[in-house]
Structures are given as C-alpha cells and as structure tokens.
C-alpha cells in the first residue's frame, strides 16, 4: 500500500482543515515546496496536492504550486481542487500533474469527467469519491447530495474507472481513526483501487488499512501533528518495498 501526504493548499501555504469546514483553518507551513521536498528525502514517492482555493473558486488557483513541486522534486502527485473544465484538467497535466482528482465535476457533469478518463486513461484519473453519512459531498465539502457513496463508486467502475479517493468528512482531521467499516464495505463490493482519506492518526491505522486491501493512504494532520514520524512511514515504505520485490 502506498503512503501518501497531503499537502492542502489555501493562499500559498500548506493547511489543514476539519470536516472541511473553512473557518477551522489551521497553517503549518508557508512553504509548500519545502514541506514536499522533506517528505521526498525520507523516501516518500507520492503527494496528494489539494487546491482548496481552486476548490472553493470552482477553478483551478494553485497550479504554480503545483508547477513548483513538479519542478523541484520527483513525487508522483495528485492534483486536485477546482478542475471543472478540459482547460483546468490541461493546466494541471501541464504543470505537472500525474493524476487529477475530479469530485465535483463528476457528479456535476458525468459526461465530461468520463471524457477525461477516455482521453487521458484510466490510470490518470481519479474520481474523488467524498461522502458524510454516506452520502456524496461536493464544492469543496460544501453541498451535500443524495448518491449513495458505494452505488456512485460502482457506477463509475463501470464506465472504466480505476482509482477512487474515498474521504469519510466526518473523520476529516479529526485524529480519531478512518472508516475502516466503510472502506472495507466498498473493498467488497467493488474492483477499484481504493485511497483512503481522512481520520488516520497514528501508524496502526496505517496498517489495518493494508491489511482490508486499500491501494493508498493519503494522510495529513498526523504528520505535521507528528503523530506519525518520517521514521515510521520510512519503516513502512521498507517492510512494503521488500514484501512486493
């Protein structure tokens, strides 16, 4: 399972919200490209970049920090936060983007996500699939439909998709665990490559989440709350690398 950190983006610096409520913003760095540069020397390969700005705007904002990180390191990353257009998904590929997450757009405008699978692959696309009382959440957390999460994750399997980033908003930054009862759920009722979000606190959670078959883990708060340490997560990457070679 890959280990992923979350750097969200408002205004230039890294921070971090809960439940995704705006007015609960908490800044740890100004430095956003120092902070992924950090996480590239302790052996971390992968980045979840969120543009919250971009989220809320409904268009992509932060794309110059993207570009930065890009530029100056070699992490994977994740881009997502405010693509809603074939020109905001461009401009994220270009900056240096390895995969896009569509949340929003996906409820909003099917036709033109699953256009973005079809022309870029299923391996560059990733539906954000975030859900409060199991109920898809779009505009940032915002507004709250009435999708069922796992009946939106299983029809989207079947237009072709293959990642999915699940974020249980309840759990959002609240340091008390993920939604292991939910991931699981959706582990067994679906074929795709589940990335859990939201709740991880320390690194047993990181390991129960291996061990029901998640793909990926994206955590924030815990690292920069230094719940989880480099020296853990460097540990982990280890024991996955040598069981997987």
């Known amino acids: 399972m890959r280990i992923i950190p979350a750097i969200d983006i408002i205004d230039g610096k890294c921070v971090r919200l809960t439940k995704g ?51 100056q390191t070699s992490l994977k990353i994740d881009f997502g936060g405010g693509i809603k257009t074939d020109e905001d998904a461009r401009i994220a590929f270009e900056n240096g983007a390895a995969q896009i997450t569509g949340g929003s757009i996906a409820v909003q405008n099917p036709k033109l996500f699953q256009s973005w699978i079809e022309k870029y692959g299923s391996d560059k696309i990733i539906l954000g699939a975030d859900s409060l009382r199991r109920k898809i959440a779009t505009h940032g957390w915002l507004q709250q439909t009435e999708l069922d999460v796992i009946d939106y994750i299983n029809q989207y399997q079947e ?87």
Do not use: W
């Open 21 to 71: 409520d705006y007015s609960t913003e908490k800044v740890y760095s100004s430095n956003p490209v120092e902070v992924a540069k950090n996480y590239e020397a302790n052996g971390i390969k992968y980045l979840h970049l969120v543009d919250l700005d971009g989220a809320k705007s409904s268009h992509i904002v932060n794309h110059k920090i993207l570009h930065n990180i890009a530029t």
């Open 159 to 245: 237009r072709g998709i293959t990642y999915v980033i699940c974020t249980d908003i309840s759990k959002d930054g609240m340091l008390q665990g993920p939604s292991i009862n939910l991931y699981s759920e959706i582990l067994y009722n679906s074929k795709i490559k589940l990335i859990a979000s939201g709740g991880v606190s320390e690194m047993k959670d990181v390991y129960k989440l291996a061990e029901i078959g998640c793909e990926g883990a994206i955590i924030g708060k815990a690292i920069y709350e230094n719940r989880i340490t480099m020296k853990q997560i460097s540990k982990f990457i280890s024991i996955y690398e040598s069981t997987n070679s």
